[in-house]
T-cell receptor
Framework: GAVVSQHPSRVICKSGTSVKIECRSL??????MFWYRQFPKQSLMLMAT?????????EQGVEKDKFLINHASLTLSTLTVTSAHPEDSSFYIC??????????????FGEGSWLTVV | SQKIEQNSEALNIQEGKTATLTCNYT??????LQWYRQDPGRGPVFLLL?????KEKRKERLKVTFDTTLKQSLFHITASQPADSATYLC????????????FGSGTQLTVLP
């Protein structure tokens, strides 16, 4: 079946530095990718929607200059957390939507990336 | 946007019994509703999708119902097994049939041997 891969699965960075998380669709072309954040014991919250070749659409309250999203190809989207702070520590999950098909049943999630800012 | 409530934060049942999880939503009626399984430290795994014109959907030991009048979905796991222990999330599109999803807070199911 379709696979979405995230890398790294875990990362620790120092406060003030930037960290990049990659999301790849391994066996299908993803016209749209979604980035979610999940704090412990809470549900997933959508951060942004990225469409291949265009600027990402950010949800209300998400700083676009802090969470840089690039979707340069149909198989790769990246999320860069800039000037990271300890409160950015969270579980970041991407999902990808394939071309065509009913929009509701072609969404695949990655395994997530744990970010710890120290 | 939708507001989603999942019945209890945690549910413990005995192996072999049927687990029933509830998802209630407010506001508009979505074109579809999805259920996911999430294990600790892992991304969600898609289980089932049910469309607004479907009353019930089955997949192996899983059954989902969708009552658009009550604005409620029920998720059943029959003949439950300890391996079914996980957090189960329901998700609805932000609006209509959008691909952006709003997730419930989840119900943590524990199946006791």
């Amino acid at each position: 079946g379709a696979v979405v891969s995230q890398h790294p699965s875990r990362v620790i960075c120092k406060s003030g530095t930037s960290v990049k998380i990659e999301c790849r669709s391994l066996d299908f072309q993803a016209t749209t990718m979604f980035w979610y954040r999940q704090f412990p014991k809470q549900s997933l919250m959508l951060m942004a929607t990225s469409n291949e070749g265009s600027k990402a659409t950010y949800e209300q309250g998400v700083e676009k200059d802090k969470f840089l999203i690039n979707h340069a190809s149909l198989t790769l989207s990246t999320l860069t957390v800039t000037s990271a702070h300890p409160e950015d520590s969270s579980f970041y999950i991407c999902s990808a939507s394939a071309r065509g098909g009913y929009s509701g049943n072609t969404i695949y999630f990655g395994e997530g990336s744990w970010l710890t800012v120290v | 946007s939708q507001k989603i409530e999942q019945n209890s934060e945690a549910l413990n049942i005995q192996e072999g019994k049927t687990a029933t999880l509830t998802c209630n939503y407010t506001n508009y009626s979505p074109a579809y509703l999805q259920w996911y399984r999430q294990d600790p430290g892992r991304g969600p795994v898609f289980l089932l999708l049910i469309r607004e014109n479907e009353k019930e959907k089955r997949k192996e030991r899983l059954k989902v119902t969708f009552d658009t009048t009550l604005k409620q979905s029920l998720f059943h796991i029959t003949a439950s097994q300890p391996a079914d222990s996980a957090t189960y999330l329901c998700a609805l599109p932000y609006s209509g049939s959008a691909r952006q999803l709003t997730f419930g807070s989840g119900t943590q199911l524990t199946v006791l041997p």
